[in-house]
């Protein structure tokens, strides 16, 4: 394991609405939730090993203030990269992710905050097209449009994920802690070029 | 553009209109809604009235604005903006925003120093003006330290009538003591040398003594222990149980022949026994100090003062009830910091649970209720720092002598127990617990339930597992950065209150409420009933609290952050916080994921809550309690975080807070 700095710490929180899985994305990537499913996340400090490095990431969920904007504000103080979650069955979502949580850490935390856009529940659109239920597995939301969206909105990256199979899961928050250190070009090459000691 | 932006758009506008009429010195008046109609309009006019503001600020305030705040804001306003159509209005109080918070951010900290340092001098104006000024100044922290400096005031009245009771019994006391002996007696008696002065004495003044002299020239040297004279000795007693943090209360027993020391568990007969007033632990004089933390220290003896009792008992009293007399009267002296720290450890003294509930409708109540919980903030550090009345103390060179003798004494015993006093406590430390219920459990268990009622003991436990996590986090900031942070660093005990406030009332809270669970828990492997012990904590006295708690714990957080990172310039704070990080209670939690956590708890109650609901069929005799208990934890969590939505001194305060948050 390389040698990490103990400060060099990216907040990455997780935003979205309500029942659209971040807990769920949460709880799988640091794999408590094998098996099981929790009901809540608890802020965490962790290691992520970057191939080449590792950092160290504290993670958040906004679970349970989706209501509380002065608490959610107290949450994003510091926020090093943010992960916009929606759910691929249900487009009002994606809309919410559109006007109210973009706009909103972007006016928290400034405009060029970094942030990938995660599709959840991405399972659900294999168990549609099982059960030949065709019809409705149009209604969800298309990848393509997604990623045209995400471009629109100058997200870092945008994955289609599934939690409850640990599909993708890994890769959004590698792209997030590489979102950040994008921003960060003093800590940069230290950390992709394992120079950091 | 959606309702959201415009309300914040509003809300700044809001703001900038207080925050206007704050700097311009009237006092402050209600936000009329009519102003924010015109949602078109909004957005430029805003920008005009900050801008207005902060002019006005410049005349006030020459050191307000910086140079880079201007380019800043030059900068954002000739950015191309990236949203998408209309988001004009969206940039636009983001803008301002930023513009307040500069200001604000430049502007209010150091102002507030100099105007408290100012007002230390006119301390003669009464309370309602001062209310007026301080809402003149705009700044939230100015007000605290009106309200702390209004309670000091109010405390010193109160205990300056106590301490004349108290100095009486002492003057006379000590006459007594005069008369017996006087000090060139006592010196030339040969007996005091033999090393059974206590005895010798005890004999003369006719009063019993307590184990702990034994013990204290043990571990002090018994050379000097003579000088120290007896009404010095229980309050160097007092001194070493708030560094040693084990507030235990011995008084000496005689007991039964069947008694056992509790830690060495030999016999007590024969030797000195000691007992626990708190506790009631028994043990030896000499295995005392190896014995852990009082367990009930929240029921401390010597919080309460003993008014009545003391001139009952006057002449007759034993050393125990001497020393609280006396660690009253000392207590007014200026302490070491680590005096105050011990204070803040247990329950702050006059707190009374107010039974209201907090949200009324007239402003006068709210104002009162927030005046009444900060009182409770400050009333642990404000009661420590009386001015002193000298003439009590004697200012010969003996004194001056065994205190700086018991002082080092005391620095030497603390290291030794410094370690320990963490590591004893079960809530500290990490266990490795199954994750959840169905893993735990053996099948043969499960095997009449199903899987719904499993689903609801995994929650259940789940709960009662994060339960103690969240214990685990708020004793890790009292035990290892609040304890680090007054030891190590010898940083004022204010500023440690600041950065954590109330949290010695938040880990008493949610350690009863743990313990209630774990009882429950701890009754059978399937927990039938929990709506019940949720239902108690989130109501009546309990649930008025925790929302009095956690309330000032929420509205605290954007200060408790801004000085953290403050102090986090200093360098040697940060090899500090880099120093716990590498201890592995903390699971490399700084504090400020530990103060965020704290916040983040009473957000999820109505998670888990819920979860618990959904896997309890309607019919059970639980149900209907968690769904009292679920709307009672809503309307709890709803009450202080929409505080701001109430009143406008609320709002103000609020806003205040939204903006330091950033900075």
Not at chain 1, 87 to 108: G, M
Not at chain 2, 50 to 79: F, H, W, Y
Not at chain 2, 281 to 304: A, F, L, M, R, W
Not at chain 2, 524 to 549: C, H, P, T, W
Request: aromatic share 8%; hydrophobic share 30%.
């Amino acid at each position: 394991m390389a040698a990490r700095s103990p400060f060099a710490r990216c907040k990455i929180v997780v935003v979205g609405d309500q029942f659209c899985g971040k807990t769920l994305l949460l709880n799988s990537f640091v794999n408590k939730g094998k098996g099981h499913e929790f009901a809540i996340f608890e802020s965490c400090v962790v290691d992520f090993d970057l191939g080449s490095s590792t950092i160290t990431l504290s993670l958040h969920d906004i679970s349970g203030q989706e209501d509380y904007e002065s608490m959610r504000n107290l949450t994003y103080a510091d926020a090093d990269a943010f992960v916009v979650c929606y759910d691929v069955s249900k487009r009002e979502t994606l809309k919410n992710a559109e006007f109210k949580w973009l706009p909103e850490i972007r006016s928290k935390c400034g405009e060029d905050i970094p942030f990938i856009l995660v599709g959840c529940k991405a399972d659900l659109r294999q168990i549609l097209h099982n059960n030949d239920l065709h019809k409705k597995a149009l209604d969800l939301v298309s990848i393509k449009e997604v990623e045209r969206l995400a471009a629109r909105f100058g997200a870092y990256a945008f994955f289609e994920c599934s939690a409850k199979y640990g599909r993708n899961v890994r890769q959004v928050f590698e792209a997030s802690t590489k979102a950040w250190l994008d921003t960060r070009e003093d800590l940069y090459a230290y950390f992709t070029e394992g120079l950091y000691c | 553009m959606p309702g959201t932006f415009k309300r914040q758009a509003s809300k700044v506008w809001q703001s900038v209109r207080s925050i206007g009429h704050l700097r311009s010195h009237s006092t402050c008046s209600p936000v009329q809604e009519e102003d924010c109609h015109e949602p078109e309009q909004q957005s430029t006019s805003v920008r005009e009235k900050s801008e207005a503001t902060v002019k006005s600020d410049d005349d006030i305030n020459v050191n307000v604005m910086s140079p880079q705040c201007d380019v800043e804001l030059k900068e954002q306003l000739g950015r191309p903006r990236t949203m998408s159509q209309g988001a004009e209005d969206v940039n636009d109080a983001f803008v301002v925003k930023q513009r307040i918070r500069g200001t604000l951010s430049v502007g209010t900290l150091p102002r507030y120093q100099g105007t408290i340092d100012a007002r230390q001098d006119s301390a003669s104006s009464d309370l309602e003006s001062r209310k007026d000024r301080s809402t003149a100044y705009g700044s939230y922290l100015q007000l605290q330290e009106l309200i702390k400096e209004h309670d000091k005031q109010h405390e010193k009245v109160v205990s300056d009538k106590y301490n004349d009771e108290i100095l009486k019994d002492f003057m006379l006391r000590k006459k007594r003591t005069k008369a017996r002996m006087s000090l060139t007696e006592f010196l030339t008696d040969p007996r005091n040398f033999q090393g059974d002065e206590d005895q010798s004495l005890a004999g003369k003044h006719g009063r019993s003594i307590s184990g702990k002299t034994d013990s204290e020239k043990k571990s002090s040297s018994s050379m000097f222990n003579f000088f120290r004279k007896p009404s010095q000795r229980p309050r160097n007693k007092e001194k070493h149980k708030d560094k040693s943090k084990s507030t235990h209360h011995f008084v000496a027993v005689s007991v039964s022949n069947s008694a056992k020391c509790d830690y060495c568990d030999k016999p007590l007969v024969n030797k000195d026994a000691v007992k626990c007033q708190v506790c009631s632990i028994n043990t030896h004089d000499t295995c005392k100090e190896s014995i852990g933390p009082c367990s009930k220290v929240s029921k401390h003896p010597k919080d309460k003062p003993p008014a009545g009792s003391l001139r009952d008992k006057k002449f007759s009293v034993s050393t125990s009830e001497l020393s609280k007399a006396i660690s009253f009267t000392v207590k007014d002296k200026p302490r070491p910091l680590s005096f105050y720290y011990g204070q803040n450890s247990k329950s702050l003294p006059g707190y009374t649970v107010p039974k209201q509930p907090p949200i009324t409708s007239t402003i006068g109540r709210q104002r009162r209720e927030l005046f009444h919980a900060l009182h409770r903030q400050h009333s642990s550090s404000s009661c420590g720092s009386q001015p002193i009345n000298e003439e009590m103390e004697d200012p010969s060179s003996q004194t001056n002598i065994s205190e700086t003798l018991s002082g080092s004494m005391e620095s030497l015993d603390e290291d030794a127990t410094d370690d320990a006093h963490y590591e004893n406590d079960p809530d500290l430390v990490l266990k490795d617990e199954p994750e959840s219920w169905s893993v735990m459990v053996d099948k043969k268990k499960k095997k009449g339930l199903s899987k719904l009622d499993i689903k609801r003991q995994d929650v259940i436990y789940e709960m009662i597992q994060t339960e103690k996590h969240h214990v685990r986090t708020l004793k890790i900031m009292q035990k290892i950065f609040c304890h680090g942070m007054r030891n190590e660093l010898n940083m004022d005990p204010n500023i440690i209150d600041k950065m954590f406030p109330m949290l010695s009332e938040i880990i008493e809270i949610n350690t009863s409420f743990l313990n209630a669970l774990k009882f429950r828990q701890g009754r059978s492997v399937v927990v039938d009933k929990i709506g019940d012990v949720l239902v108690e904590q989130f109501s009546g006295e309990n649930g008025e609290r925790m929302k009095y708690a956690y309330g000032i714990f929420c509205a605290h957080q954007a200060e408790a952050v801004a000085i953290y990172k403050e102090y986090k310039s200093d360098k040697k704070f940060l090899a500090f916080i880099k120093k716990c990080s590498q201890n592995t209670l903390c699971r490399r939690w700084s504090i400020q994921e530990c103060i965020l956590a704290v916040t983040h708890r009473i957000t999820k109650y109505p998670l888990l809550i819920e979860a618990i609901i959904k896997a309890t069929k309607a019919n059970k005799a639980d149900y209907p309690l968690l769904q009292e208990a679920n709307t009672l934890v809503k309307v709890w969590s709803n009450t202080f975080v929409f505080l701001g939505n109430s009143t406008t001194f609320y709002r103000i305060i609020i806003v205040l807070h939204s903006l330091y948050a950033n900075i």
